[in-house]
C-alpha cells in the first residue's frame, strides 16, 4: 500500500520552531518530487514548499521564504519542512504529496499523485 504519513505538528507559540516529517512507505520517494500545502479553515489548500526528487531544486511560497526550508533525505525515504518564526497565519493543516517526475517541482497541487493525511499545526499564544 503506497503510503505518505505526516507527523511533527502542533501548537506553538508565535516565534517558535517546529520540524514536519513526511515519510513514505510501499514506495520510494528518489523518484518523486514533494510538496507540502497548507489549507487553513475557509481557505483554499495553497502550495507552502516543494523540493525536486534529488533535492536540487526547491522552491518557496513569498509568505514562508527566510522561514520555512524543505529537505529530504533519500535514504530515510523522508521530507521534511523546518519552520522557524512561525506566525499565526501559519495556522493550518499541513499535507506533503507526492509527485512523479525526474527533475523539478510543481505548484499545482492537481500535479501530485499521492497524499498524505495532514497534520496540524496551530500557532497561538
Known amino acids: 500500500q503506497l503510503q505518505l504519513v505526516e507527523s511533527g505538528g502542533g501548537l506553538v507559540q508565535p516565534g517558535g520552531s517546529l520540524r514536519l516529517s513526511c515519510a513514505a512507505s510501499?514506495?520510494?520517494?528518489?523518484?518523486?518530487?514533494i510538496g507540502w500545502f497548507r489549507q487553513a479553515p475557509g481557505k483554499e489548500r495553497e502550495g507552502v514548499s516543494c523540493?525536486?526528487?534529488?533535492?536540487?531544486?526547491?522552491n518557496y511560497a513569498d509568505s514562508v521564504k527566510g522561514r520555512f526550508t524543505i529537505s529530504r533525505d533519500n535514504a530515510k525515504n523522508t521530507v521534511y519542512l523546518q519552520m522557524n518564526s512561525l506566525k499565526p497565519e501559519d495556522t493550518a493543516v499541513y499535507y506533503c504529496?507526492?509527485?512523479?517526475?525526474?527533475?523539478?517541482?510543481?505548484?499545482?497541487?492537481?500535479?501530485?499523485?499521492?497524499w498524505g493525511q495532514g497534520t496540524q499545526v496551530t500557532v497561538s499564544s
Open positions: 504529496a507526492a509527485d512523479f517526475r525526474p527533475f523539478g517541482c510543481r505548484w499545482s497541487p492537481d500535479a501530485y499523485d499521492y
Open positions: 510501499g514506495f520510494t520517494l528518489d523518484v518523486y518530487a
Open positions: 523540493i525536486s526528487s534529488s533535492g536540487g531544486s526547491t
